[in-house]
């Protein structure tokens, strides 16, 4: 076996590897399954005698001259790990607004208005129940959504295949978090320290200008979040907020085309010449290519759902199970005003803003996203099992009312679970959703007629459906040119459609078809030459590119102003239309679109994969198509 062939497996391995174990962390129902299991060692532990109260109640302080925290090890469970969780959520709203659903403010409508009916009925719902008791005040237990239990429950329980209400879910659960978080902040905060107040925001004012400065190494960011923490702490605002409040200004754009070019640029004189000052340029450069928001996005989670939130759980839902404590609590109004806040109140409130909007705003609606699926998601938010205790344990400060409110969200998140099963489960059999656009090649291949390389009869069958105007186009075809053995061992074929996003993409599009009709024989060799121009695309650099593939330009050129080949052009990017929002390639595989990552290894991994399994059998076979992000 060749060298560059030894290389290629040993990193195919290694990413499997790896693969294998990102996906263990980022599992969402094993972080569910996690903080269930957390949950249970809580109440177990609260009930085989008194050691779980006094355990978190240790006192733990930390001081650095003048300056000190002191707080009980549930303190700094609340107060201090949860910062994380709240900082992860942040970065998902900044993701949101600046990259994802939230920015158009047609889609961003839908779950702002459902979060706002899940913040306000809740809290009505428990008012109008616990009026005139002692735990009144604990309204704000029943506004939140466990954005990380939800989350897990929704894969474990919801429709497969529709990612549009996973990120319908994380929109709305994310809003309403803030919206607690500011509840947390004007209701359930002592006494405020403006002085403090004031340390935190010129430290929010110093991450802004380290971000617009595009300062992108970690340390200074570290270093005025501890401040921000501190002084927010210091100031009687529950210190969590800074995580959220430092995660909304964590610099957040597409990746550069620049920084990746840099890269490849550093990479090679790393090639060259191996060694450690040149391994640290190499690393820095590829720390830079990545936003600060995405970086931090891909450490996060592994700690946070598997050491932050399950402490939190086990610092907080342990409840003394006593015959008295449930008698006391089964004759509680707060319990049941938990209860009824969260499973009814959540399910009424997120019902009525989504379907408002759905009624008064067309634009709004979106496949996969329909009312019967929404009345689940509606049900699935009444488990607000993190935020819910920890606004309990602001509100109340008895401590068999705090019992009481403990017992009230457990059993509120485990009823809401149930009713969301049910709500799914109906609603699949009455109203099944349909395919998601795009899921399937709409149009079999012509091997007559198509921009085709490989065996015709290969077994396997890859469609890019590209925009040569688009400016990383040059990165799919080094994907595809790592699997150009498979192409020339006949295992499979490669085949090139259009898609259109601006004049630039059609005169790249007719230029191809001018070539493939005119000479075949170099239509590859002019694809190359295309993709691999930098900048805009511009009549003059087609002509270029056409002359380097050895193609007689006028020829071209003549081909493309008949405009003959334009009904083909169109057909191909009809196909595709509406799919994605800018001039990213849409590519699939055996029929079926391809959703992960578009690189060498995710290509040849997903061959690999569809050939086992059809070698399994049937059952197998019918599963294709990669979704989620790979290495």
Request: glycine content about 8%.
């Amino acid at each position: 076996m060749s060298t560059p062939a030894i290389v290629t497996e040993n990193v195919d391995a290694w990413l499997r590897r790896r693969r294998r174990r990102r996906n263990l962390q980022t599992n969402e129902t094993y972080a569910a399954l996690a903080l269930a299991v957390a949950t249970a060692l809580a109440l177990v532990w609260a009930n085989i005698g008194h050691s779980y109260h006094s355990f978190w109640d240790t006192p733990a302080a930390l001081a650095i001259g003048p300056f000190s925290v002191e707080l009980s090890l549930h303190g700094w469970v609340d107060e201090g790990l949860m910062t994380a969780f709240f900082f992860m959520v942040g970065l998902d709203v900044r993701r949101d607004l600046t990259l994802g659903e939230l920015r158009l403010p047609g889609r961003a409508l839908l779950p702002v208005a459902a979060a706002v009916g899940g913040l306000v009925v809740p809290a009505l719902v428990h008012l109008g129940i616990a009026h005139g008791t002692d735990g009144a005040g604990a309204w704000g237990a029943v506004i939140s959504t466990d954005t990380a239990f939800a989350l897990g429950m929704l894969a474990l329980i919801g429709p497969k295949r529709a990612p549009r209400l996973r990120a319908f879910l994380l929109a709305f659960a994310v809003i309403d978090d803030i919206g607690a978080l500011a509840v947390i902040a004007v209701f359930y905060s002592g006494s405020l320290n403006l002085v403090a107040l004031g340390c935190a925001a010129l430290g929010l004012a110093g991450i802004w200008v380290l971000a617009r400065r595009g300062v992108w190494r970690t340390p200074p960011y570290i270093l005025l979040a501890v401040v921000i923490w501190y002084a927010l702490y210091r100031s009687g605002v529950h210190a969590t907020l800074a995580g959220v409040l430092i995660a909304l200004l964590m610099p957040v754009y597409p990746v550069r085309t620049a920084d990746v070019d840099g890269v490849d640029e550093v990479a090679r004189l790393y090639r060259q010449s191996p060694h450690p000052a040149t391994a640290v340029v190499l690393h820095e450069a590829l720390t830079y290519s990545m936003p600060m928001n995405q970086r931090l996005s891909w450490v996060l989670p592994p700690y946070v759902n598997y050491v932050v939130v399950p402490l939190f759980a086990l610092a907080n839902a342990g409840v003394a199970l006593s015959g008295r404590t449930i008698v006391t609590a089964l004759s509680s109004r707060l319990m049941w005003a938990v209860i009824a806040g969260l499973v009814i109140g959540k399910f009424v409130g997120v019902a009525l803003g989504a379907g408002l909007v759905l009624r008064l705003v067309p634009a709004s609606r979106l496949p996969g996203l329909d009312m019967p699926r929404i009345l689940g998601l509606a049900a699935l938010s009444g488990m607000g099992f993190t935020i819910s205790l920890l606004v309990a344990n602001l509100a109340l400060d008895d401590e068999t009312l705090r019992d009481q409110a403990r017992l009230g969200v457990l059993l509120a998140s485990l009823g809401a679970l149930l009713l969301a099963a049910v709500i799914f489960r109906v609603a699949d059999r009455v109203c099944p959703l349909p395919p998601p656009p795009g899921e399937r090649l709409c149009r079999p291949v012509d091997a007559d007629a198509e921009l085709m390389t490989g065996d015709p009869d290969a077994p396997r069958t890859l469609i890019n459906y590209a925009d040569m105007s688009y400016e990383g186009r040059w990165r799919l075809m080094e994907a595809l040119k790592g699997i150009a053995h498979l192409r020339d061992t006949g295992q499979a074929r490669l085949v090139l459609r259009h898609k259109l996003s601006g004049p630039e993409s059609l005169l790249t599009a007719l230029a191809l078809e001018a070539v493939h009709h005119e000479a075949p024989d170099k239509l590859w060799r002019f694809h190359d030459a295309l993709a691999e121009l930098r900048g805009q695309i511009t009549s003059r650099s087609i002509t270029t590119a056409a002359r380097e593939a050895g193609m007689d330009d006028r020829t071209m050129w003549k081909r493309i102003k008949s405009a003959a080949d334009e009904p083909k052009v169109l057909a191909d990017a009809l196909d595709v239309e509406g799919l994605t929002e800018d001039g990213s390639p849409v590519v699939y595989i055996d029929g079926r679109r391809f959703n992960s990552l578009l690189n060498r290894w995710t290509f040849s991994e997903e061959l690999t994969r569809i050939e086992a399994a059809e070698l399994m059998g049937p059952a197998e076979g019918r599963h294709s198509g990669g979704s989620g992000e790979r290495p």
